[in-house]
């Protein structure tokens, strides 16, 4: 009689352990079977961080594109030697500016998370350095299109300050005094920083928050237009 009962105890917890596994399994096939917007960004989780709020920003001498009231911030954190970088640059910025930043929705701003290689740094610096003059874009949008291997001679001093020397309107003695005496090295620091705060270490990566500093959204790596668009949008309807 003993024995039946051990035995019929030993049966009951079984069941009880299958059923418990089971349930887990299929929960985990459902939840795999829910649709995802995008696989590669997350939430931040952080509130309010008056670091990414877009009037700090600016006034911590960041470049950026569109109006300065615009209700919501895309943060670009990149390196000027990252082919991913020029991926999104070639097929995915231009649809965002002409979708938002014209517009006067979304701001964009550039800063530096130079990685990559050594000569990073100084090619960050060189075009904070045309910032000064208001050419930080057509300079940024030069060395992408001038791409070579990363740390191949490319962009180093000499070819930084020749590429500068082919914007229209730079002065270069500006420009050369700026570059040369490491002007913006605490700048570039500074971004470094601010990305490795947020857990940010590879290149392209990008925060969407509204203009104050709230609602943080990361994005890393260079998502196809449709990614940006739903988060985008998400932050222009959200309260």
Same mark, same amino acid.
């Given at each position: 009689? @003993? &024995?039946n009962?051990? &035995?019929? +105890?030993? *049966?009951? *917890?079984?069941? *009880?352990i299958f059923v418990?596994?089971?349930?887990?399994?299929?929960?985990?096939?459902?939840?795999? +079977?829910?649709?995802h917007h995008n696989p590669f960004y997350a939430f931040a989780q952080i509130q @309010?961080?008056?670091? +990414?709020?877009?009037s700090n920003l600016i006034k911590h001498g960041a470049s950026y594109?569109?109006?300065?009231?615009?209700?919501?911030t895309l943060i670009?954190?990149?390196?000027?030697?990252?082919?991913?970088?020029d991926r999104?640059?070639?097929?995915?910025?231009?649809?965002? &500016?002409?979708?938002? *930043?014209q517009p006067g929705k979304v701001a964009f701003i550039f800063l530096h998370l130079p990685n990559r290689g050594f000569d990073s740094f100084p090619a960050a610096s060189a075009a904070q350095c045309t910032n000064d003059q208001g050419k930080f874009w057509q300079y940024h949008n030069l060395l992408y299109n001038n791409q070579g291997p990363i740390d191949s001679g490319w962009a180093n001093r000499d070819n930084l300050k020749k590429f500068a020397s082919q914007i229209p309107g730079l002065d270069m003695q500006k420009f050369n005094s700026c570059f040369d005496s490491q002007k913006y090295k605490p700048l570039v620091e500074n971004d470094l920083a601010l990305a490795h705060s947020l857990g940010?270490?590879?290149?392209?990566?990008?925060i969407i928050v509204k203009s104050d500093g709230s609602n943080p959204q990361k994005v890393e790596g260079p998502q196809p237009f449709p990614e940006f668009k739903f988060l985008i949008d998400k932050e222009l309807g959200g309260p």
């Amino acid at each position: 009689m @003993k &024995n039946n009962r051990i &035995n019929a +105890l030993v *049966v009951r *917890v079984t069941i *009880v352990i299958f059923v418990a596994a089971l349930a887990t399994s299929l929960s985990l096939l459902l939840s795999s +079977l829910q649709p995802h917007h995008n696989p590669f960004y997350a939430f931040a989780q952080i509130q @309010k961080n008056v670091a +990414l709020s877009l009037s700090n920003l600016i006034k911590h001498g960041a470049s950026y594109q569109g109006s300065t009231s615009a209700p919501v911030t895309l943060i670009d954190f990149s390196d000027l030697q990252c082919h991913l970088c020029d991926r999104f640059v070639t097929a995915t910025e231009p649809q965002i &500016n002409s979708t938002y *930043v014209q517009p006067g929705k979304v701001a964009f701003i550039f800063l530096h998370l130079p990685n990559r290689g050594f000569d990073s740094f100084p090619a960050a610096s060189a075009a904070q350095c045309t910032n000064d003059q208001g050419k930080f874009w057509q300079y940024h949008n030069l060395l992408y299109n001038n791409q070579g291997p990363i740390d191949s001679g490319w962009a180093n001093r000499d070819n930084l300050k020749k590429f500068a020397s082919q914007i229209p309107g730079l002065d270069m003695q500006k420009f050369n005094s700026c570059f040369d005496s490491q002007k913006y090295k605490p700048l570039v620091e500074n971004d470094l920083a601010l990305a490795h705060s947020l857990g940010f270490t590879q290149t392209p990566s990008f925060i969407i928050v509204k203009s104050d500093g709230s609602n943080p959204q990361k994005v890393e790596g260079p998502q196809p237009f449709p990614e940006f668009k739903f988060l985008i949008d998400k932050e222009l309807g959200g309260p």
